[in-house]
């Protein structure tokens, strides 16, 4: 079985992460069904059902979930480096923030909140606050 490349856009890959969060025994290793392989399978299927797209089916939306955890780890060294560098150089740029739509959501479902933990941002009273909402209000969206 080959897969194809099926090339989504910025609303159709949130619209994709929103229905991935959705199907959370696919990324919460401690669901129960996570290590069951028919159920994972019938969660890809209704990811494939909700997307109602051409081409994409069950392999397609297994590619497209590694592609975006790889790409949300790459958005993660780019903030780590970022945090590095500002801690070097004080008059360096202001931290890299991630320009994907999508970026605080996987970040609330993998990555226990790594903007948060490398780049948090000042507030007017000096306090620091983060630049995205809390992790459990994008599990709700």
């Known amino acids: 079985m ?3 490349n099926v090339r989504f856009d910025e609303d159709t890959t949130l619209r994709f992460v ?16 996570y290590n069951k392989r028919a159920d994972r399978l019938n969660a ?11 081409k994409l089916g069950v392999s397609e939306v297994v590619s497209k979930i590694k592609s975006i955890r790889s ?7 780019k903030i780590r480096a970022s945090a590095q560098s500002d801690k070097r150089d004080a008059d ?3 931290p890299y923030v991630p320009r994907v739509q999508w970026f605080p959501i996987m970040d609330a479902m993998i990555g226990g909140s790594e903007v948060d933990r490398f780049c948090p941002s000042p507030s ?6 983060s630049r995205f909402l809390p992790v459990n209000a994008y599990l709700l969206m």
């Open 92 to 94: 360096a740029a202001s």
């Open 71 to 77: 790409t949300y780890q790459q958005e993660v060294q």
């Open 44 to 54: 890809y299927r209704r990811i494939v059902d909700e997307m109602a797209i051409d």
């Open 124 to 129: 007017a009273d000096g306090k620091t606050v």
């Open 18 to 33: 929103k229905l991935y969060r959705d199907q959370r025994l696919l990324w919460d290793k401690g669901h129960e069904s």
């Open 2 to 4: 080959s897969t194809i």
